[in-house]
T-cell receptor
Framework: AAGVIQSPRHLIKEKRETATLKCYPI?????VYWYQQGPGQDPQFLIS???????DKGSIPDRFSAQQFSDYHSELNMSSLELGDSALYFC?????????????FGQGTRLTVV | AQKVTQAQTEISVVEKEDVTLDCVYE???????LFWYKQPPSGELVFLIR??????QNEISGRYSWNFQKSTSSFNFTITASQVVDSAVYFC?????????????FGKGTKLTVNP
């Protein structure tokens, strides 16, 4: 069965650079979530989209922005990267806004800022 | 606000021992979902279970079992006859319906080490 695809799997950037993470949800899933997991931390909700519209926002820095495109894939853009942005970034998708079943997580993108 | 507490930061057991991971949650919602995820050293989040707040039946899946008690706001996870491959960080999570979508609030996780 198709899973949530995240790319790239690993990314190394320098401070003050920009990074773009991509997420391709499971077909026919209408909701996408982004989570950030710092080293030794639990995943923290960043932002979600339902039918290409932002549905909720968590503790996402102003330097970060995200959108969901017409084909339902989503991108998380991070600018002016800081060392503290080094983390594992998960994307998850679900049908029907997560009300019928659990969200399915991608394998994550490990971002290292040096 | 929703909150999930996993009081055990780290647990170390010897293979074949039974181990229980505790999870206590706080919510004002009457309808919510509870989850357990496993995160092995490779980093991916592996879904283990999703439980509706109206379903307090215990569940067993192979060596895994879950005990949901609304009266104590707990959703504990037991691994029977643990194996080295069970070594991972385990997260308990609570769904929070806001903005129409079900985002997850995670506990801090319990790192389980199973020694041979």
């Amino acid at each position: 069965a198709a899973g949530v695809i995240q790319s790239p799997r690993h990314l190394i950037k320098e401070k003050r650079e920009t990074a773009t993470l991509k997420c391709y949800p499971i077909p026919r899933h209408d909701t996408v979530y982004w989570y950030q997991q710092g080293p030794g931390q639990d995943p923290q909700f960043l932002i979600s989209f339902y039918e290409k519209m932002q549905s909720d926002k968590g503790s996402i820095p102003d330097r970060f922005s995200a959108q969901q495109f017409s084909d339902y894939h989503s991108e998380l853009n991070m600018s002016s990267l800081e060392l503290g942005d080094s983390a594992l970034y998960f994307c998850a998708s679900s049908p029907d806004r997560g009300r019928r079943t659990e969200a399915f997580f991608g394998q994550g993108t490990r971002l290292t800022v040096v | 606000a929703q909150k999930v507490t996993q009081a055990q930061t780290e647990i170390s057991v010897v293979e074949k021992e039974d181990v229980t991971l505790d999870c206590v949650y706080e919510t004002r919602d009457t309808t919510y979902y509870l989850f357990w995820y496993k995160q092995p050293p490779s980093g991916e989040l592996v879904f283990l279970i999703r439980r509706n707040s109206f379903d307090e039946q215990n569940e067993i899946s192979g060596r895994y079992s879950w005990n949901f008690q609304k009266s104590t706001s707990s959703f504990n996870f037991t691994i029977t006859a643990s194996q080295v491959v069970d070594s991972a960080v385990y997260f308990c999570a609570l769904s929070e319906a806001s903005g129409g979508s079900e985002k997850l609030v995670f506990g801090k996780g319990t790192k389980l080490t199973v020694n041979p």
